[in-house]
């Protein structure tokens, strides 16, 4: 059984208010589900091995091997063998600069320090990495049988980002993941998810159909509820581990700390790499430094403007199930911390001395070196290759911009023209070019929609009405749309009306969710009507088709949508030959590939949905009966 995002969500709701009702109850079905897989693959092994043991004590009690018992005998031995072997599950270790004690001396210390409080297990390997992250993982190195090996990862710019206090709250966080018989426990259905996950993956690149068959109809219907059990599990281990900071840092240096990841992880992503990538425009190799300017910008106080907005975002952000962790809010929430203006303004003041100067020493300039070459080495062709396109676009613009003073541009040209200055001279210059485009088509919706994003940007509320306009034109911008308005609207203190825009983006969402189903596959009650292909683009399909060997006969007809209908759905139905010499794994193969191929090739201008009919004689029945259904016939077959 697999879940659509709906049905998780909803079998979330009901898990959260369960595991809130009764946590120890909860804590032991989720147990229960975990010791249930592990059950069911040491029951098939056994039975495995068993029918083994009573083959070969059939063999030496008659003495005699017959063609039966030697085909047993090899089945079960290989079967046996296909089992272990996709149950021994390896885990790829992470990667980042490794750190030793000798070198950073402050850092091990305080690990230790918060291991031993925490009666954490200690680390076999600490790595530096350039993620504005830190993190715990276990890596089994017997695959379902364990034998942990610990790492703790932390990110540079996170050190660089927090002063020593604040750093300490999370990593405390961090090893409260491992802490105790509760998160321990935590730690280990996690990593059983990942586990389930690996073996149906190792099962279905085994080529074994029997193995496969033995363990994905269990695994199929396993993983879902597993999956969202040990879900809200690991999200009641978030909160968890932030009692754990708190009880070891205390409730204003976990709460900052959270506000601060946050916050700063905006301004290094839309702020600091902006400003970086956008050296590109007058520099033909990327700089060298680039963790030393990040060190430098970290450090600073952020510009008050840019961290209230990035902080009203974080807090109108809501928990959703893409992710275990909770929202700023309510992590906020539920350790009672509210700040007040001069609160929210000490957050954010200049870093006297960050983590990564307490903690890394005298070794930091060595490590803002090496992530900076690093960097450096990693973008260097792709940096040129868009030096060069931004030359070719300044040339372009420079050339339209002549063309300008001789004949009126083309919607097309005033389109690439607007999106170029843009590109080169920023927004203020754009906005008298769109206003152009809209008065000679007022409905232009890619005009429309970029300057209503500048409007609300502004913070012009006319901005909305050139976004509405824009979506009624374009229904691909429905979600992005909306969600910019609610944004401003938030913003402005609006939040009645920014709450009908996000549930109109949400609604729609559902939609496009259900209409994303209905086009991914046939049903016994689906209904169909003839396609309207013109007959030149048949004839293409029928000589593409044609290249096909194995395929005798296609149908193309048009599936009856209920959800945006005016969008087709085209079905390509074929029916291919049988070799008696072809096993049912490599017929299975080749079905899917000459899928796959049909799909990447095909010329045909709306969504194609190609289907095997072989299986399927009723489906074949109810095309027939659709006029001109019929488009290919291999020569000699009828």
């Known amino acids: 059984m697999t879940f659509n995002q709906e049905r998780f969500d909803k079998l979330i709701q009901k898990l959260e208010v369960f595991a809130n009702k009764q ?6 079905h989720v147990a229960f589900l975990a010791t249930l897989g592990y059950a069911y693959i040491f029951l098939v092994l056994a039975v495995t091995l068993t029918l083994l043991v009573v083959i070969i004590f059939g063999i030496l009690n008659t003495q005699s091997i017959s063609n039966l018992s030697l085909t047993g ?3 079960f031995i290989t079967l046996a063998f296909v089992l272990v072997r996709s149950l021994w599950v390896s885990f790829p270790p992470p990667t980042g600069l490794p750190l030793q004690s000798k070198d950073v001396p402050n850092l091990y210390s305080l690990i230790n320090e918060i291991s031993s409080k925490l009666q954490a297990p200690r680390f076999h390997h600490i790595l530096l990495t350039n993620d504005f992250n830190a993190w715990v993982i276990q890596i089994p190195r017997l695959g379902l049988l364990g034998w942990q090996q610990n790492y703790l990862i932390v990110g540079l710019p996170l050190m660089l980002a927090l002063p020593p206090e604040q750093f300490r709250a999370v990593l405390a966080h961090e090893l409260g993941h491992l802490s ?5 426990f935590s730690g280990w259905i996690y990593r059983q998810r990942e586990t389930w996950y ?4 190792g099962l279905q690149q085994s080529g074994h159909d029997l193995s496969l068959l033995i363990f994905q109809l269990f695994l199929i219907w396993y993983i879902p509820f597993f999956n969202a059990y040990s879900f809200v599990l690991a999200r009641m281990d978030e909160y968890e581990a932030d009692r754990c900071a708190v009880d070891l840092t205390g409730e204003q240096n976990t709460a900052k700390a959270l506000i601060n990841l946050e916050v700063k992880a905006r301004f290094l992503e839309r702020y600091f790499w902006s400003s970086i990538y956008k050296q590109v425009e007058t520099e033909i190799e990327p700089p060298k430094m680039t963790y030393m300017d990040m060190r430098q910008a970290l450090s600073q106080r952020l510009n008050q403007e840019i961290t209230n907005t990035y902080l009203i975002e974080a807090l109108t952000e809501k928990t959703n199930n893409t992710d275990t ?22 957050i954010f003041s200049a870093i006297e001395i960050s983590a ?3 903690l890394l020493g005298d070794k930091l300039e060595k490590m803002i070196e090496y992530f900076s070459q690093n960097w450096q080495e990693k973008v260097a062709t792709p940096w040129r290759q868009k030096y060069a396109e931004y030359q070719k676009s300044i040339d372009t613009l420079k050339d339209l911009n002549n063309k300008l003073q001789k004949q009126q541009l083309t919607l097309e040209e005033a389109s690439q023209r607007a999106l170029l200055t843009l590109e080169l001279e920023g927004e203020d210059a754009v906005i008298p070019l769109l206003k152009e485009i809209i008065h000679r088509d007022a409905h232009h919706a890619s005009a429309n929609y970029l300057l209503g994003q500048i409007f609300l940007k502004k913070q012009d509320a006319t901005g909305i009405e050139y976004i509405e306009k824009a979506i009624e034109q374009d229904l691909n911008l429905i979600i992005k749309g909306y969600q910019i308005i609610c944004y401003f609207l938030k913003n402005q203190g609006k939040n009645n009306e920014a709450k009908s825009y996000q549930q109109r983006a949400e609604n729609y969402s559902k939609l496009i969710l259900k209409a994303q189903q209905e086009r991914s596959n046939l049903k016994k009650d689906d209904k169909f009507e003839p396609h309207n292909i013109s007959d030149i683009e048949v004839k293409k399909l029928c000589q593409q088709l044609s290249h096909y060997p ?20 085209y079905i390509i139905a074929v029916k291919r030959g049988f070799s008696f010499w072809e096993g049912s794994r490599i017929y299975e193969n080749d079905n899917s590939k000459i899928a796959s191929s049909l799909l990447n090739k095909n010329e045909l201008p709306d969504d194609v949905f190609i289907f095997i009919l072989n299986s399927h004689l009723n489906m074949e029945k109810k095309l027939k009966v659709i006029p001109n259904s019929i488009i290919y016939q291999k020569k000699g077959k009828k």
């Not at 946590?23 to 032991?28: A, E, S, T």
Request: glycine residues 4%.
């Open 180 to 184: 105790g018989n509760h998160s321990r």
């Open 23 to 28: 946590p120890h109850l909860y804590k032991l």
């Open 73 to 75: 005998l090899l089945f």
């Open 550 to 569: 194995q395929i005798i006969t296609a149908y193309l007809v048009k599936k009856k949508l209920q959800f945006f209908p005016e969008k087709p759905l």
């Open 325 to 346: 962790h909770p929202c700023l809010t309510d992590r906020l929430k539920a350790l009672g911390y509210i700040p007040n203006i001069q609160q929210k303004a000490a």
């Open 356 to 358: 990564a100067q307490e």
């Open 198 to 201: 690996r073996i149906l993956k």
